[in-house]
């Protein structure tokens, strides 16, 4: 499946997130991150980030999808990472 | 058609990009926001947005969809706007 992860981290932790989304997905903005996972991926990116987030200060949302065929990605202004270089 | 807005954008430009958006869509998280669009309704988006936004320091991730069943979405921690009681 494809999931898309934006989040609001208090500026303390948001590094250590942005640090452990890097090792299973793209980075793709200043707070998001894209990719391809599996089912039990997807389990240890959950379990990885209630670990490292404070649930009452910090959000994350996660946007999953069967594929990659769902949607299409416009982006005005800066491509910061240019994801479909890599994909 | 439903879309998904991601923005990056410098705080001198952020709460007049925050204002636009929030005429036509539900604000979601920081810098998140989602809605229901008619494809006029997204061009008129795109320009207002291409007006307000400095195109070499900002950045502006437009998701497109056909409808909200294309994903499921899921929050760990703070859930800022409660949109699944809003629609």
């Given at each position: 499946m494809y999931v898309i992860i934006v989040y609001d981290i208090k500026v303390e932790r948001v590094n250590k997130v942005k640090g452990f989304l890097r090792k299973h997905l793209y980075w793709i903005q200043n707070s998001v991150f894209e990719g391809e996972v599996t089912k039990s991926e997807l389990e240890e990116i959950k379990t990885g980030l209630l670990d490292i987030i404070n649930k009452k200060d910090d959000s994350v949302i996660i946007y999953r999808f069967r594929?990659?065929?769902a949607f299409t990605r416009k982006v005005l202004g800066?491509?910061?990472?240019?994801i479909n270089g890599i994909l």
């Open positions: 594929t990659d065929d800066v491509e910061k990472a240019p």
